[in-house]
């Protein structure tokens, strides 16, 4: 049997930690300037990268890259995040109607992924992400300064500046993922760091979204007990 096993996904922004024991995982996050957790073997550590990679040493033998992941139809230069969060779907979303599985990925970058139920890929988008779009309006601009705090709006048409800014990133990002969401069609999988704040403002029965803010690591762990049980 498997057990106390850890892994890491290398972010854009943070660092994302699973610890697998006895058949139980933890998920937590760390920043990037930050000293490794306590009890983390860097030398047994599974890992991933989307991001810069951390000051502290990472054995190549142990990453897990786009191309070691068995999903058809899947190109090598989808970033591993994307195919280890469509890996994880595909094996813990109950999909008993053989829809079409639609992840999004709130993080740095939205990254939307398509795949249908056999395990094929389709496609996706990628949009920058919350942070992403409110850092660059503060950069790019002159008058306009990142709000601190991210209490989104309920009207559509506003006065104050930060609020008209936060109504204005929100629809962004949840008009193109109402877009292209049929609930007929489709099960909407969310995950990410932003994943909780985004899904409040979606246009669609809440129960037709599945909230997995741990996808891509759920996908780690997945993929690294399937090749221990072939080798």
Not at 97 to 110: C, H, M, N, Q, V
């Amino acid at each position: 049997m498997v057990s106390d096993i850890n892994f890491l996904l290398v972010g854009n922004s943070r660092l994302h930690w699973a610890k697998y024991y006895k058949n139980q995982s933890k998920f937590f996050h760390t920043k990037k300037e930050q000293k490794v957790p306590e009890n983390i073997d860097l030398d047994q550590l599974i890992w991933a990268s989307v991001g810069k990679l951390p000051d502290f040493f990472l054995k190549g033998e142990n990453q897990i890259k786009t191309k070691d992941i068995s999903l058809s139809n899947l190109p090598d230069y989808f970033g591993v995040d994307r195919a280890l969060a469509c890996l994880a779907a595909l094996n813990i979303i109950a999909n008993p109607l053989k829809k079409d599985l639609l992840i999004a990925d709130f993080g740095t970058i939205l990254s939307i992924t398509k795949l249908n139920s056999n395990g094929s890929i389709i496609g996706g988008q990628l949009v920058p992400g919350f942070l992403t779009q409110l850092k660059s309006m503060g950069q790019n601009t002159k008058n306009l300064k990142v709000p601190k705090k991210y209490n989104i709006p309920t009207k559509d048409f506003l006065f104050n500046t930060e609020e008209a800014i936060l109504k204005g990133v929100i629809n962004s990002l949840t008009g193109v993922i109402n877009s292209l969401f049929n609930p007929k069609k489709d099960i909407l999988i969310i995950c990410g760091g932003d994943s909780e704040l985004l899904t409040k403002s979606l246009n669609t029965q809440k129960e037709n979204i599945i909230n997995a803010p741990n996808l891509v690591m759920e996908g780690m762990i997945i993929h690294h007990l399937s090749v221990r049980k072939l080798a």
